[in-house]
Structure formats: structure tokens, C-alpha cells
């Protein structure tokens, strides 16, 4: 679950990476969401940029659906959830991949506690004039540590354990910066700037 947006401080790009600052009770919070190159693996890493240490927790929310189905497309009933090897994964009963998630930080825990989170409203649907509310299955929730000298990282990958675990969320984010450092390097002169640099 996202802070209130009353909590949001800035919404920046970096390299064309978004970084959000959130102030709440007196704590600034940073979020960084990187996706790994050529793999289905996301990084949602967070870091205590001010204030005292903070119990965070995070609820993620999934429905298993193409890209292009509607995002009301019907939530399935066999959705769950399993722990191996210091990460669980989710799974639902078909043929579609499962989803390994691991968190990483100071005192890590999981709490199952499975629910039907309330339908959202995907704007960018709205406004295309697309079904636009949905539902999401959360399998619990997700604890850790964040102080100023421990940051905390959410992975989520449908890649296998190995691959997953390749990179933390540090390195991860430093290989993403190298990457597109080199394309725009290796970009024509005119479109290494802007909107240019945006495109490539």
C-alpha cells in the first residue's frame, strides 16, 4: 500500500528511473523501483534518508492476468502461497509462472494473512476510457527494519531462485545506471540529451 499522497515529498527521475521521498512523522523515506534488463524481476528498495528508525511494512497486491486483459478480469480462487529457502512464492493453479518474492533487510519477516484487497482505480485505464477498477489478492504482510545504515529491498521475479538472487537491489540499480550510461554513449550526439535520451 501506497503513503497518502499528503506524505509524498518529490517524484524525480534519475537516468530515467523514478525516486520518490516521502516525509512522514517527522522521517523522509526514499523509494526506488528498478526492473532488471531482459528479466521479469523488479526491485522496490527503500532508504531511511532522515529521522529515526521506522518499522515499515509492505502489503503487495497481485493478479495473476495477460497484459492485456482488463484489469476487472476476475480474480482466481486458487491463489497461493508457499516459503522456501528465505523466499515464498505465490502461485495460482494454471499454467502461468509463479511469483518469488524476498525481502531483504534488518529483521525481515512475513506474516500470512491472505485477503481480497477492495477494487482499485487504475487511471491511466479511466482515461482511456478502458474498465478501470479492479481487485488484487494480497498474501500478506511483509516487515523490516529501516534505519539511515539499512536500507530495505522487495524483489519479486518470475525468474528462476538463481536468477532472482543474482543481484540485490543495490547492484541491481548500479547495473540499470551502467546500462543505459553505455546506450546513450553509443547513441548519436543529438540524442544523448532530452527527449533524445529518453527514446534511446
Not at 44 to 70: K, N, T
Not at 78 to 92: L, Q
Not at 158 to 183: F, G, I, K, Q, Y
Request: charged residues 25%; hydrophobic residues 40%.
Amino acid at each position: 500500500e501506497l503513503p497518502p499522497l499528503e506524505h509524498l515529498l518529490s517524484l524525480r527521475l534519475e537516468a530515467g528511473l523514478p525516486v520518490w521521498e516521502y516525509r512522514i512523522e517527522g522521517r523522509i523515506i526514499e523509494r526506488r523501483v528498478v526492473l532488471a534488463a531482459r528479466q521479469n524481476t523488479v526491485y522496490l528498495s527503500y532508504r531511511l534518508l532522515e529521522g529515526d528508525p521506522v518499522q515499515l511494512e509492505l502489503r503487495p497486491g497481485v493478479h495473476f492476468r495477460s497484459h492485456d486483459a482488463p484489469v476487472n478480469l476476475p480474480l482466481h480462487d486458487t491463489y497461493g502461497i508457499s516459503a522456501t529457502d528465505g523466499h515464498y512464492v505465490i502461485h495460482v493453479t494454471d499454467e502461468r509462472p509463479d511469483l518469488r518474492l524476498r525481502l531483504a533487510g534488518r529483521n525481515p519477516a512475513f506474516t500470512a494473512n491472505p485477503e481480497r484487497l477492495p477494487e482499485l482505480l487504475y487511471r491511466v485505464e479511466a482515461r482511456r476510457g478502458y474498465d478501470s477498477t479492479g481487485g488484487l489478492w494480497a498474501p500478506g504482510a511483509f516487515s523490516v527494519d529501516l534505519t539511515r545504515d539499512a536500507p530495505a529491498a522487495l524483489v519479486a521475479s518470475t525468474e528462476p531462485v538463481d536468477v532472482m538472487l543474482a543481484l540485490d537491489a543495490e547492484s541491481a540499480l548500479r547495473s540499470e545506471l551502467e546500462r543505459r550510461r553505455r546506450l546513450l554513449t553509443a547513441a548519436p550526439e543529438s540524442a544523448r540529451t532530452g527527449i533524445g535520451a529518453e527514446l534511446v
